[in-house]
């Protein structure tokens, strides 16, 4: 997906600002680059001589409002390339440099073309972390990193790598680093090394922001969080139906009540989440491609806790792209079934009433009283160790905690804390955001994502951040604080 011009007139005055170049010199690399047909500026720029690779991803990095990243300085585990096919990945030049639990970091040409980032997510389930990169650099080192895997190496190793990162990862030797894929020229790959270990210091931050001491001090209020039990057995089956489209939850919900069942409807993916913590579902309908979070995220969630991890779930979706391994993803998530729109109702009812079987007669759980009182002993065990200096300890139980209850806004939101306090930057926002998830209007949870997004270099992030934390901040000076704030950032 090539430039439009309005695309090449900002980062051109994104040049200019930043002093890389001349207007003069702006017009000659304009000129080249109409010459050039699917070049991009700046290619042309950096190709030409006129700006050093690091100072046009620093110019990149503020258009995009994204981290760029030197494909030069980084190394890449080539196990993470399995998850995208090489059509794929050369289709819309796009790469993963990293993979962590849950989550993908990719390199991209466009880190602004949302549908990518959708379907990498679809097909994964994985959350996308975007970086921008050079358009050529990173064409060059797609072919070269899945060269690789058909040859069975283990790392693409950039040739700028420094060498104590290098010794950290055990590459140090010759022996351990793979052979060139190609003959006379050295490898190119990224794994920024800020993406697992970045400084999060409780003074002044990179871009002037103070993290103040509420950012990262770690106040554990004990949870006094009770659930719902898990469905008694003389009540009416409980069915969620989850899908974005009013019409397929309206049939869905007819056919169903019609059937006995009770049911209760949600429309995008956080409603969802909370819809299963309130209500507690003896069975979920859910579509795969929903707004804010996909199902199979949800699905991750649901599947990997003692609290919820009993809902059986049926995936619904369309047809996706004729990714065939699309729905051979149900039996990593869990997911009873797998049905393709659109779907035969009678197909439905027959899976549902399936799910349901052999419940009819169990017993309501007592023991989710119990696993309430495990997540919040969790939660104060935690907070015990962190008063005793063992970081370590704490994060171990708050994240045994979030294996009992993962849709708990408390550990998630002092977790990230904790991480925050251990420099793990991205583990961090990961936990924050999942706790803005859970609790959209929390004002320090805004707050402290805000200061974190700033500090990764998610400029725009950090922005959208601030402004949702002013428009829940809790008094008139924390407000104007931050509208001062946002001023200087934008």
């Known amino acids: 997906m090539g ?103 990719l390199a991209m040409a466009d880190p602004g073309d949302r549908r990518v980032i959708d379907e990498i997510e679809f097909v994964t389930g994985r959350r996308v972390f975007a970086y921008v990169a050079l358009h050529e650099p990173l064409t060059e080192v797609i ?40 003959p006379g020229q050295r490898r190119g790959v990224v794994v920024d090394r800020d993406i697992e270990d970045q400084d999060l210091d409780d003074g002044e931050l990179g871009l002037g922001v103070p993290l103040e001491p509420e950012a990262v001090s770690v106040q554990l209020d004990p949870i006094a969080e009770t659930s719902p039990g898990r469905v008694s057995a003389s009540r009416t089956p409980k069915v969620l139906v989850v899908d974005d489209e009013d019409d397929i939850r309206r049939l869905l919900r007819r056919v169903l009540t019609e059937q006995g069942y009770d049911v209760v409807e949600a429309s995008k993916g956080l409603e969802a989440l909370q819809k299963v913590r309130s209500e507690v579902p003896d069975v979920i309908l859910l579509d795969a491609m929903l707004p804010e979070v996909h199902g199979f995220d949800i699905c991750r969630r649901i599947k990997g806790s003692k609290r919820y991890g009993h809902i059986p779930i049926i995936m619904v979706s369309a047809v996706y792209r004729g990714w065939r391994f699309a729905e051979d993803l149900k039996s990593s998530y869990g997911v009873e079934v797998f049905l393709e729109k659109p779907f035969k ?100 949870v805004l707050k402290n994502l805000a200061v974190l997004y ?37």
């Open 3 to 105: 430039d439009g011009s309005g695309k090449k007139r900002q980062l051109g005055k994104i040049l200019l600002r930043q002093k890389l170049v001349t207007q003069v010199e702006l017009d000659d690399l304009l000129d080249i680059q109409k010459a050039e047909p699917g070049h991009r500026l700046a290619s042309v720029a950096v190709e030409a001589g006129k700006v050093a690779t690091v100072d046009m991803l620093k110019a990149l990095s503020e258009q995009h409002g994204l981290p760029g990243i030197d494909l030069e300085q980084v190394v890449i585990p080539l196990a993470n390339l399995k998850l995208i096919p090489a059509e794929i990945a050369k289709r819309h030049l796009i790469l993963p440099i990293l993979v962590k639990d849950d989550r993908i970091f």
């Open 143 to 182: 072919d070269q990193t899945y060269t690789m895997v058909e040859q069975g190496e283990d790392y693409f190793v950039g040739p700028r790598v420094p060498a104590d990162y290098l010794r950290s990862l055990g590459l140090d030797k010759p022996d351990s680093i793979p052979p060139d894929p190609m």
């Open 345 to 444: 109702i009678a197909e439905v009812l027959s899976w549902v009433a399936r799910a349901l079987e052999g419940r009819a007669s169990e017993p309501a759980r007592e023991e989710d009283d119990e696993l309430s009182r495990e997540a919040a002993d969790s939660l104060a065990r935690g907070l015990e160790a962190y008063q005793h200096g063992d970081l370590d300890a704490a994060i171990a139980f708050l994240e045994a905690g979030l294996g009992i209850d993962p849709l708990s806004f408390k550990l998630h939101y002092h977790l990230g804390l904790l991480y925050g306090r251990r420099d793990n930057l991205f583990e961090a926002i990961h936990e924050l955001e999942t706790a803005v998830d859970l609790s959209p209007s929390s004002f320090p």
């Open 454 to 490: 700033q500090r990764a270099g998610f400029k725009h992030k950090a922005i959208e951040m601030w402004e949702r934390a002013l428009a829940n901040a809790p008094d008139e000076e924390t407000r104007q604080g931050i509208k001062d704030h946002l001023m200087s950032l934008l």
